[in-house]
């Protein structure tokens, strides 16, 4: 950061235009935060456990519900604690790194379903060798490269916002340190700076949907030449449950981070941009439990047994 930042707080005020739903938004948000950890959670721990889950598709998927899991936990719990404080004061390096994780974690989870498709694109084109080119060596160095190529893109984005010089407002319109009501508090925010944080957006967002693009296109290309119809049915059931999240994911991430800063109020941000931190992390295991019934079975399992835990624990007081 410049030492010429004279600003060193700012005030969240995002949901402080409706006092009188607060202690609603409270409840709604808390539980669905409760939601979130406990069917993100039961994911990995399924497919842990689980031996017949211990395959490269369900591996893309821990790490989804890991890094979703994550990225909630760094807006969330701040929102939380803000809809029931007066003061909504957040230092600057602490929206720093807010800011930082968030994108990192977001962009990480764009990268993971680029290679969640390639997965799916690799298993319907070359089924018999698909174990031999998709090992685990190969998923993890996927990983990996989703994680630094995420969180370089967040540095650059940080580095590029935190060295503005901001004035005298502290009101960021919104209940986190989102990009856009950030830098319209600088006094030096140039065309320049928002083309650059522009491309960053794009290279994240439409680099990695084309991506997944490229990879459905040759599935559905492969699947239509299949002459069973039982065989096309099992092989776009596969994909089902991954292009309804990439819809749904990329749907309200381009709305928000696309869009040009003028065109909308923050209002209409601020309402996308909790369906997108807050809906979309809680409705992502619900669609792979129910469209996939290995993760339905596995699921009952982990609930069995932790079912059986409870009574023990009961037992035993």
Known sequence: MDNHTAVTTFLLWGFSSFPELQGLLFVIIFFSHVTILAANVSIMVAI????????????????????????????????????????KTIFLPE??????????????????????????????HNPLNYHMLITHSICCQLMMASFVVGFLVSLCIVITVFNLSFCDSKIIQHFFCDISPVVCLACDYTFIHEMFIFVLSVFVLVGSFILIMVSYVFIVSIVVKMPSAKGRYKAFSTCSSHLTVVSIHYGFASFVYLKPKNSGSFGEDMLMAVTYTVLTPLLNPIIYSLKNKEMQLALRKVIGNANKFILLLQKGN
Do not use: W
């Not at 890991?66 to 007066?86: G, Q, Y």
């Open 95 to 124: 929206c720093a790194t807010q800011m930082f994780f968030f994108f990192g974690l977001a962009a990480n989870n764009c990268f993971i379903m680029a290679a969640m498709s390639y997965d799916r694109y690799t298993a319907i």
């Open 48 to 87: 842990k456990l689980s031996h017949n889950l211990h395959t490269p598709m369900y591996f893309f998927l821990c790490c989804l519900s890991f890094s979703e899991t994550c990225a909630a936990m760094v807006i969330i719990p701040r929102m939380l604690v803000d809809l029931l404080s007066d003061s």
